[in-house]
Nanobody, 115 residues
């Protein structure tokens, strides 16, 4: 079963940028739908962005035009480029992989947006 590991979180001022990476193990990464979720304290986990195996993408409305999800199948990696960050983007960000009935979650990486 595929395992995923996130990296790239940290602290940034409002208006700044961060790029998250999620690297996966496994031989059929290209067949997986990959997603980024986030969970803020006291809130439910929500889907931020997803990129299908077909490379079709989808975003939650609150990050459209600010975040970009992409994948490099040769590197078994999915990225989340986050621009124009806002304090409301503060959360733990989780990478998610899904293929048919199989799914895997990363351990999460913290993103903090504050002055």
């Amino acid at each position: 079963q595929m395992q995923v590991v996130e990296s790239g979180g940290g602290w940034v001022q409002p208006g700044g940028s961060l790029k998250l990476s999620c690297t996966a193990s496994g031989r059929i990464f290209s067949s997986y739908d990959m997603g980024w979720f986030r969970q803020a304290p006291g809130k439910q986990r929500e889907l931020v962005a997803r990129i299908r195996s077909t490379r079709r993408t989808e975003y939650v409305d609150s990050v459209k035009d600010r975040f970009t999800i992409s994948r490099d199948n040769a590197r078994n990696t999915v990225y989340l480029q986050m621009n124009s960050l806002k304090p409301d983007d503060t959360a733990t960000y989780y990478c998610h992989a899904r293929f048919r009935e199989y799914e895997s979650w990363g351990q999460g990486t913290q993103v903090t947006v504050s002055t």
